[in-house]
């Protein structure tokens, strides 16, 4: 059974940080890219970042590109988002899951944790 477990959301205000942790269990991820998501209320799931099994290539959203980095920890079967400056507009939901290829479409995602609530007070 796979597990992605996410943790580390919470409330902050404007220009504060956050660091998400998403640990995978239940099977080897060799090869794999891990990528968080998120989801606002009333809107589309949007892609945030993704990185590759090595940690060498990592792709960001336009929006967050310079305030949040994502990395990971084989050894752990983790990864994570460091979210820095962080805006009243980042209050989202945020899913991390897996994927084979390093897309930015959800459906290219085989495995979704359960998500973890980021709230940003202006």
């Known amino acids: 059974q796979v597990q992605l477990v996410e943790s580390g959301g919470g409330l902050v205000q404007a220009g504060g940080s956050l660091r998400l942790s998403c640990a995978a269990s239940?099977?080897?991820?060799?090869?794999?890219?891990m990528g968080w998501f998120r989801q606002a209320p009333g809107k589309e799931r949007e892609f945030v970042a993704v990185?590759?099994?090595?940690?060498?290539?990592?792709y960001y959203a336009d929006s967050v590109k310079g305030r949040f980095t994502i990395s990971k920890d084989n050894a752990k079967n983790t990864v994570y988002l460091q979210m820095d400056t962080l805006k009243p507009e980042d209050t989202a939901v945020y899913y991390c899951?897996?994927?084979?290829?390093?897309?930015?479409?959800?459906?290219?995602?085989?495995?979704w944790g359960q998500g973890t609530q980021v709230t940003v007070s202006s």
């Open positions: 899951a897996v994927t084979r290829t390093l897309l930015k479409r959800a459906e290219a995602y085989d495995y």
């Open positions: 239940g099977r080897t991820f060799s090869n794999y890219a």
């Open positions: 990185i590759n099994w090595s940690g060498t290539i990592t």
